[in-house]
Every structure is written in structure tokens, then in C-alpha cells.
């Protein structure tokens, strides 16, 4: 059994915040445990919740064509959220929900140690980039130690506001160079083109 396995395990009998009363699965995540890059939206939704994977609605479709794009299908990459159980209602999650998960998700990154981690809406944003606003920085990578970090608005937005998809399409197209450049530079050594995709 691997230590991503485990941790599921884990995840699935967690009961530190109120969501474990009304959730029907827990969605930890779904992926290549070495995947280069890793994928964190917001929260399961319903369909999510009924089958226990991530992505597996309409959003989850949308996500699978913006991979194809790329010529990746999500065997390839590794996709997670910000909280494993469904918020009633597909409302936010709330601060303590995702203060309880926060550390099931920094053990996914510390195990899988992607090359890329794109984030997929204002919550996970919001992990990496307190007080940002994802109008302004989607779109351009970020290099924190042998990561590069990579916003983009959520696939679902793109289902309310037809505007965001092509925004969407456009930025998932940055990604196969980005990981192109990261991959040629080893984790403790930082170039000055590497430096260039950096905003900090």
C-alpha cells in the first residue's frame, strides 16, 4: 500500500469538521502519485460526491478537454481540492473546513512533489497567494523553491461566465513550456530564465 493509499484511508474516516455529517463520499484526489504536475480546485460537488473522484461533473469534462489540449489525459496528472467533502449546497467552503483539510493536502504535495501546481479557482489560489485576486495573476507562474506555481480559474466558471473558457484555453496552453523550463533546471538551482517566470 502506498502513502498516498494510506492517507486516503485516513481522509475517509475524518470527522474535524461538520462536513463529515452530511457528506456521502470523501474525494481525496485521483492521479499519477509521481505526476509532474497537480491540479487543486475548490470542493467536490455532487457528482463528486456520489462517486468519491474529483472532477467528474460538468467542470470535470471541461477539464478533461483542456487537457486534451495539451495532449494529457488526468492518468497523467494528479488532481486534488482544497477540501474533500462536499459543502451542502456547493457552497463555499467555510474557514475551518479547509483549516481542517489543509494539512491533508500539504501531505499530498509533500508526497507526490509535482514540478507544476496549477490552481484552479480563488480557494486554492488563495492557499499560495493570500490577498491576490485571480483576475489579476491567472496566468502567470510563480517559482517557490523547485515549484512553479500557476493560477487559473476554475473550469466551472467558465459554465457561468462563457467569457472565462477562452481565458481558460489560452492559459492551459502556458503550461506544457512551463514544465518544459522547470524540468531542465535542477530544484536547487534557480536561472535567471527560470527567474523570468517569476513575479516575486
Not at 503550461?175 to 523570468?196: F, R, Y
Request: glycine share 6%; proline share 8%.
Amino acid at each position: 500500500m502506498s502513502k498516498l493509499t494510506e492517507l486516503y484511508d485516513e481522509i475517509a474516516q475524518c470527522h474535524d469538521c461538520s462536513l463529515a455529517k452530511t457528506r456521502l463520499k470523501v474525494v481525496p484526489g485521483e492521479g499519477r502519485e509521481d505526476a509532474d504536475i497537480l491540479f487543486i480546485g475548490e470542493a467536490p460537488g455532487w457528482h463528486e460526491n456520489q462517486q468519491g473522484r474529483p472532477f467528474v461533473g460538468p467542470a470535470g469534462q471541461f477539464l478533461d478537454e483542456l487537457l486534451a489540449s495539451i495532449g494529457l489525459q488526468r492518468t497523467d496528472v494528479y488532481i486534488a481540492n482544497v477540501i474533500k467533502c462536499r459543502p451542502p449546497n456547493n457552497r463555499d467552503p467555510l474557514p475551518p473546513e479547509i483549516e481542517a483539510c489543509a494539512s491533508f493536502l500539504d501531505r499530498q504535495l509533500e508526497m507526490i512533489v509535482p514540478r507544476v501546481i496549477v490552481t484552479l479557482g480563488r480557494f486554492s489560489m488563495a492557499k499560495f497567494f493570500p490577498g491576490e485576486s485571480i483576475s489579476r495573476i491567472h496566468g502567470t507562474a510563480r517559482k517557490r523553491g523547485g515549484t512553479l506555481l500557476f493560477p487559473m480559474y476554475h473550469p466551472a466558471a467558465a459554465l457561468h461566465q462563457p467569457s472565462l473558457r477562452k481565458i481558460l484555453e489560452t492559459d492551459m496552453l502556458k503550461i506544457p513550456p512551463l514544465l518544459a523550463k522547470v524540468a531542465d533546471v535542477p530544484a536547487a538551482q534557480e536561472t535567471e530564465e527560470i527567474k523570468q517566470l517569476s513575479l516575486f
